[in-house]
């Protein structure tokens, strides 16, 4: 037998900073300014206007996009810092009861008292480890381990930018018709819906649709407002 624990499976990262704020990021700037141009569309058939109008959205909806993520994520970390500190305070004031503690946690899951108390001796031991599992049992969170604000705020602007420069594409390509624009929007709000059931539990074709839905409702909407106040103006 091998002197190692084979590896029967391999996990994919559920805690990591860019996954989040990518999806989201791609996804609401697909729909958002697709229902921007499309309510635009729907007030006037100038393209400048149109234009004009997607672009900003693309910008003002990136940068917001990042600026919040990275508060978000920045806050997230800080609350998550402060509390280590509580925890690494408790190890040093306190070793022999959190020492305790943390075999009441095994015993808890289990653990014969004895073996328990052993294994958390050993733990602690080393103070970077027993912090570790202390953060990771009581927290939820590993000090080493906590999400980037940067990452986070880049992820949301690249992906905000790519899914925003999709419905304004044709425009930007001397397209005048915004039923170009909403075919090409559908086909990535489908497309974009399947791609993220390669990380979850969805099929293909639940996650497309469910998007597609998402997407084409809002700009079915923003479009007959559009075509109301556009109707009212003149």
Known sequence: ??????????HRDVTGGWLRPSVFGAMDGLVSNF??????????????????AGVAGLAAGALSMAGGEYVSVASQRELAQAEIAVERRELARHPDDEQAELAQTFVD?????????????QISRNPDQALEVHTRNELGVAPGELPSPSLAAVSSFLSFGVGAVLPLLPYLLGVSSLTVSAVLSCVALFGAGALVSTVTARTWWYSGLRQLV?????????????????????
């Open 35 to 52: 229902a921007l141009i499309a309510g635009v569309a729907g007030g006037t058939a100038d393209t400048k206007v149109i234009s004009l």
């Open 109 to 121: 899951r289990g653990v014969s008292p004895e073996l328990a108390a052993e294994v958390s001796r």
């Open 1 to 10: 037998m091998s002197g190692r624990a084979e590896a029967h499976h391999q």
């Open 214 to 234: 998402v997407g084409a409702v809002a700009a079915a909407v923003t479009f007959a407002l559009g075509s109301l106040i556009g109707a009212a103006a003149l």
